[in-house]
């Protein structure tokens, strides 16, 4: 997921106050004298308000948090035809409209199975599971994630559309999470003989077919 990550910053004073100005966001903050203030809870619908247009294409989220555990508020559109695979599990709830999370369950038959995650759902994704999260316009979700284990790698595994077999992985050590996504899908687009199915011969999709919002 391309996240944007909020810098951090020590708090403001307001002029002739004492009052602390924390940044619009759920991270707690360290004070010039190395005590630790916590933030204040966040209030979505305010959030939105005012800041909707950090949710829009490219980039689609927005990190609100991403200390001990990773928050992040995504809009839509986005769709790829990657799967993402990591080491953590990872929480979904939709707040605004519907999303469709696909994943390959290996006890499912057949393994690619598509779960609808409709407004006021929540879902939590077990660990090293490959999963692709298709959001549509107007609709707004949260998403957590874990701090990845020490040595782990984060994974982008394309299959073939046509027979289901793997087309294509690569695999990274998770340091800016929507960069790295961006690069490698960028890099797999480009390749034509990457994208080509070693089992049948078909060229895998850059974008996916067939999608209807649940």
Request: proline residues 10%; contains cysteine; neutral net charge.
């Amino acid at each position: 997921m391309a996240a944007r990550i909020i810098p951090k910053v020590l708090p403001a004073l307001l002029p002739g106050r004492n009052t602390i100005v924390l940044p619009p966001s759920l991270k707690s903050v360290t004070t010039r004298n190395n005590s630790t203030l916590i933030a204040s809870p966040l209030n979505l619908p305010k959030w939105l308000e005012d800041n909707s247009h950090l949710l829009k294409p490219p980039i689609n989220n927005y990190c609100v948090c991403n200390e001990d555990v990773t928050v992040m508020i995504v809009g839509g559109p986005n769709a790829r035809t990657d799967y993402h695979i990591n080491d953590t599990a990872e929480w979904f709830y939709q707040y605004k409209g519907s999303m469709l999370l696909k994943v390959i369950d290996d006890a499912h038959t057949p393994p690619f199975r598509d779960i609808p995650i409709r407004e006021g759902e929540m879902f939590l994704l077990p660990p090293k599971t490959p999963h692709n999260p298709i959001r549509f316009a107007n609709t707004v979700g949260i998403v957590l994630e874990q701090p990845r284990p020490e040595g782990s790698l984060d994974r982008l595994r394309w299959y073939c559309q046509d027979c289901g077999s793997i087309v294509h992985e690569a695999a990274f050590r998770c340091t800016d999470l929507g960069s790295q996504i961006k690069e490698a899908v960028q890099k797999f687009g480009e390749d034509e003989k990457q994208r080509t199915c070693s089992e049948c011969g078909a060229l895998a999709h850059m974008t996916p077919r067939d999608i209807v919002q649940p």
